[in-house]
């Protein structure tokens, strides 16, 4: 088992690099079905991270909380994402305040600026923190880029899910401490909000008959 990660410098480096492009495919695409692939991806790569992290020491329960983390995030969610897709109207062209362009170089910048922050900080207490802390924090503001810039709620659920991503990607350091109990809770709370989100986006498409956000200043007296 300890042969699968003994090369666990380049493969992080690897996964992390995934995790950043990925980012820009979500900012940059408009169709939601690729972005639901998009989300699954980042999912099943964050699930190994843990494992590529720990330099081959990795004991069960470290397996089995990446088995967990990836059957919810790269199985789970993307079906139960791909299950309230097919129930909805067809998304209408436009639907967001900021470009797709527009939102890919603001991740770029904030992918550059993170790099410039993580050599202005000093994390030598665990320097995997410094190698990780790039990539969460473009994972971070991408999540946040796409909740603020699209009018579409089911994509701005996409965005969180991203954002929760980039939150989950700071704690992967601590995986080498066996934090198994942190890492459940986070991945609970992800599966708790995404059932309330998809009741919510039930109730919203019957009201309104439309996930558009902007259709809720009717509700204004």
């Known amino acids: 088992m300890t042969g699968i990660f003994s090369d666990g410098g380049s493969a992080l480096g690897a996964a992390l690099g ?117 990539t969460a924090f473009a994972t971070i503001f991408s999540g946040l880029l796409l909740i603020i810039s699209r009018r579409m709620a089911l994509t701005q659920i996409f965005g969180y899910l991203v954002m929760e991503n980039g939150i989950y990607l700071l704690s992967v350091p601590m995986a080498q401490e066996s934090a198994i109990w942190l890492e459940l809770s986070i991945l609970m709370d992800i599966l708790v909000a995404s059932f309330v989100m998809g009741i919510a986006l039930t109730h919203i498409n019957r009201a309104f008959d439309s996930t558009d956000v902007e259709r809720f200043a009717s509700l204004r007296d």
């Open 18 to 134: 995934l995790v950043v492009i990925s980012d820009f495919c979500l900012l940059g695409v408009e169709r939601r079905r690729l972005s639901i692939r998009l989300i699954g991806l980042q999912g099943l790569v964050l699930g190994f991270m843990p494992l590529l992290v720990s330099g081959g020491g990795a004991d069960v329960h470290l397996w089995v909380t990446a088995v967990v983390f990836v059957a919810i995030k790269a199985g789970l969610l993307p079906l139960l994402l791909w299950r309230t897709y097919k129930k909805l109207p067809p998304q209408p062209p436009g639907a967001f305040y900021l470009g797709n362009t527009g939102s890919t170089l603001l991740g770029i910048v904030a992918f550059i600026f993170s790099l410039w922050l993580n050599s202005r900080l000093e994390m030598a207490a665990n320097p995997l923190f410094s190698q990780i802390f790039p």
